[in-house]
């Protein structure tokens, strides 16, 4: 019997077909394709001022060491505007199949987090893939955490108060960075905020089957990602869990996560199983599966009811954790 697909949230169905409207490019993704894709986001860079938010934040732009020796990595630092010293701060990892996306872009929603809760938005440029493969990624995300760790004096944040947050692609490796942060040392995480991560390279879930074609973000989409990122090794028995983070034996011992995913995108599934074997390990992790959820809803559609109720749930989270650590 074949799969069903499950249907999406009535508006963000009128939003999505508005979107593939204005957006008719929906042939798979290709190498080929990558230059335009490319060229499409470094569009869309924020102007400093714009992510100042009207003088809200003081925005800075470092770039710092890599690990062993590798290039530097361009950090975002967003401080919001008289706020006390020894500040939170939200390590943001951006999206965009670990081939794309950019450490300026697609910042409106987790600045407005960083300003409702006074912490400081550190946003990290990673290399991307395929020029780049694991595990450039992973080693740029935690090469720049150390260094926000090493000068939280001078930055005003308090290294304890960290909390790693990512979407899809950057989702996966906060997730991964979690992992190395646990293993291989490093600053305290106080908190891991996934959403919508991407952490199993296997790509072989029951809904990566049943929500195949469904949306732009579809299984063959998430192949492509994965293949840019691993090329052969990709699903293979050899893939690290600083890769994959799914392909982790052993979840103990991380930071309180909070996940959330769509129940009609085709990560659906590995999302629900990490977080049950975070609570299998002894961990702490909330969950949210949002009915009739498409890959990134809250962006695409933003003035959805269940996008709202997204990022409230989302800010809700981060706003306990905080609170009471």
Same mark, same amino acid.
């Given at each position: 019997?074949?799969?069903?697909?499950?249907?999406?949230?009535?508006?963000?169905?009128?939003?999505?077909?508005?979107?593939?409207?204005? /957006?008719?490019?929906?042939?798979?993704?290709?190498?080929?394709?990558?230059?335009?894709?490319?060229? &499409?986001?470094?569009?869309?860079?924020?102007?400093?001022?714009?992510?100042?938010?009207?003088?809200?934040?003081?925005?800075?732009?470092?770039?710092?060491?890599?690990?062993?020796?590798?290039? /530097?990595?361009?950090?975002?630092?967003?401080?919001?505007?008289?706020?006390?010293?020894? %500040?939170?701060?939200?390590?943001?990892?951006?999206?965009?199949?670990?081939?794309?996306?950019?450490?300026?872009?697609?910042?409106?929603?987790?600045?407005?987090?960083?300003?409702?809760?006074?912490?400081?938005?550190?946003?990290?440029?990673?290399?991307?893939?395929?020029?780049?493969?694991?595990?450039?990624?992973?080693? =740029?995300?935690?090469?720049?955490?150390?260094?926000?760790?090493?000068?939280?004096? /001078?930055?005003?944040?308090?290294?304890? %108060?960290?909390?790693?947050?990512?979407?899809?692609?950057?989702?996966?490796?906060?997730?991964?960075?979690?992992?190395?942060?646990?293993?291989?040392?490093?600053?305290?995480?106080?908190?891991?905020?996934?959403?919508?991560?991407?952490?199993?390279?296997?790509?072989?879930?029951?809904?990566?089957?049943?929500? =195949?074609?469904?949306?732009?973000?579809?299984?063959?989409?998430? /192949?492509?990602?994965?293949?840019?990122?691993?090329?052969?090794?990709?699903?293979?028995? =050899?893939?690290?869990?600083?890769?994959?983070?799914?392909?982790?034996?052993?979840?103990?011992?991380?930071?309180?996560?909070?996940?959330?995913?769509?129940?009609?995108?085709?990560?659906?599934?590995?999302?629900?199983?990490?977080?049950?074997?975070? $609570?299998?390990?002894?961990? &702490?992790?909330?969950?949210?599966?949002?009915?009739?959820?498409?890959?990134?809803?809250?962006?695409?559609?933003?003035?959805?009811?269940?996008?709202?109720?997204?990022?409230?749930?989302?800010?809700? $989270?981060? &706003?306990?954790?905080?609170?009471?650590?």
């Amino acid at each position: 019997m074949p799969a069903v697909p499950v249907p999406l949230d009535a508006e963000l169905r009128v939003a999505y077909d508005a979107y593939l409207a204005a /957006e008719p490019d929906s042939a798979p993704m290709s190498i080929e394709k990558l230059s335009v894709i490319r060229a &499409e986001i470094d569009a869309e860079v924020a102007a400093l001022e714009d992510l100042s938010r009207g003088g809200r934040f003081t925005v800075s732009q470092p770039s710092v060491p890599g690990l062993d020796g590798a290039p /530097e990595i361009p950090l975002l630092v967003c401080t919001p505007s008289g706020a006390p010293a020894s %500040r939170p701060a939200l390590y943001s990892i951006h999206g965009g199949g670990f081939y794309g996306g950019d450490h300026r872009t697609g910042l409106d929603q987790i600045l407005e987090t960083a300003e409702r809760l006074g912490a400081t938005l550190v946003s990290v440029g990673y290399r991307l893939a395929p020029e780049h493969p694991y595990p450039a990624q992973i080693d =740029d995300a935690y090469a720049g955490l150390l260094w926000v760790a090493d000068h939280a004096d /001078e930055l005003g944040i308090d290294r304890e %108060r960290i909390v790693v947050t990512g979407f899809s692609a950057g989702g996966g490796l906060g997730a991964a960075l979690a992992l190395t942060v646990r293993d291989k040392g490093g600053p305290r995480l106080l908190g891991q905020l996934l959403l919508a991560p991407v952490l199993d390279d296997r790509n072989d879930s029951a809904s990566a089957l049943q929500m =195949d074609d469904v949306e732009l973000y579809d299984r063959s989409r998430n /192949e492509f990602a994965w293949s840019t990122l691993l090329g052969d090794a990709r699903g293979g028995a =050899d893939v690290p869990q600083y890769a994959a983070p799914a392909r982790a034996t052993d979840l103990s011992g991380l930071p309180p996560a909070f996940l959330d995913v769509g129940s009609a995108e085709c990560l659906r599934d590995e999302v629900l199983a990490y977080a049950d074997r975070i $609570w299998q390990a002894g961990g &702490e992790a909330e969950l949210h599966v949002w009915p009739g959820g498409i890959h990134g809803f809250d962006r695409k559609a933003p003035e959805a009811r269940i996008s709202k109720a997204a990022v409230a749930a989302c800010r809700n $989270w981060l &706003e306990h954790l905080l609170a009471t650590n």
